[in-house]
């Protein structure tokens, strides 16, 4: 499907437009059928949207927010993205946000992802909004070049729900949505932010294999319209 580039002067204007549109697609989807789904990614880039979003108002307590992926550690630890969108998402008035986390207190991040599937299901599908952001090596959600599962991940008929995911560069072990459950979203974004990330998304848009940029998997297939918010 065609991807869109909304190109913002810098990283505060491209939070303010994000999030006042991800702030209408919620309110439309509660109007529309009385509730809303919002995933979103971890790492550095999406604090100061996060920050943005957590002021818009809106029925919150209708909005249920989950995680694309998720470190195999608890919400206590640094790396976590539960503590980020804790931290930067879940405060103001998007406290009143329902959170589902991806993490679970299993042996195995293989049984924490079995946990996590369950766990998920409720929250329905496709999501109102899913929010995708994208490493240098052009991975995005937990689909890392070379990572154990990747193959699964992007295979369009894999069922909906979390696998997991090792790779280099991936730290620990990862919790991951799948393709399938990504690709539908009705708003889907990809945001990134810096000239190498814009250089890295010209590379993924030219030809080579998914395997090798896993991002593409979502540029070349994904059912919905890919909305990229890029700042310098
Ligand atoms: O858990 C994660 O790290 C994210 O879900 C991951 O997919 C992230 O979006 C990219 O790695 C970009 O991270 P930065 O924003 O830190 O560059």
């Not at 995933?39 to 995680?67: C, H, M, N, Y």
């Not at 599962?149 to 620990?172: F, Q, S, V, W, Y």
């Not at 250089?199 to 990229?228: C, F, H, N, Q, Y």
């Amino acid at each position: 499907m065609a991807a869109t580039m909304h190109a913002f002067a810098n990283g505060a204007e491209l939070a303010r437009n994000l999030a006042d549109k991800v702030a209408a697609s919620l309110s439309a989807a509660i109007d529309a059928q009385g509730a809303a789904t919002l995933a979103v990614s971890g790492g550095s880039t999406p604090k100061l949207f996060f920050q943005e979003l957590s002021a818009r108002d809106l029925d919150w307590s209708k909005v249920t927010i989950t995680l694309v992926d998720e470190r195999f550690v608890p919400s206590d630890n640094p790396r976590s993205n539960h503590l980020l969108v804790a931290d930067n998402l879940l405060q103001n008035k998007a406290k009143a946000a329902n959170f589902l986390p991806l993490y679970q207190a299993a042996g195995s991040a293989e049984d924490a992802a079995k946990l996590a599937t369950v766990a998920t299901a409720s929250i329905g599908n496709p999501f109102d909004v899913a929010i995708l952001g994208m490493g240098g090596d052009g991975h995005t959600a937990s689909f890392f070049p070379g990572g154990s599962n990747l193959k699964l991940a992007l295979d369009p008929m894999t069922p909906r729900g979390i696998i997991t995911m090792e790779a280099d560069g991936a730290g620990e072990p990862r919790l991951t949505f799948t393709f399938s459950s990504l690709q539908d979203a009705k708003l889907l974004v990809l945001h990134i932010e810096g000239e190498s990330k814009k250089d890295v998304l010209t590379k993924a848009e030219s030809a080579g294999d998914e395997a090798e940029m896993p991002i593409r998997a979502i540029l070349r297939r994904a059912t919905s319209p890919v909305e990229i918010y890029w700042a310098p």
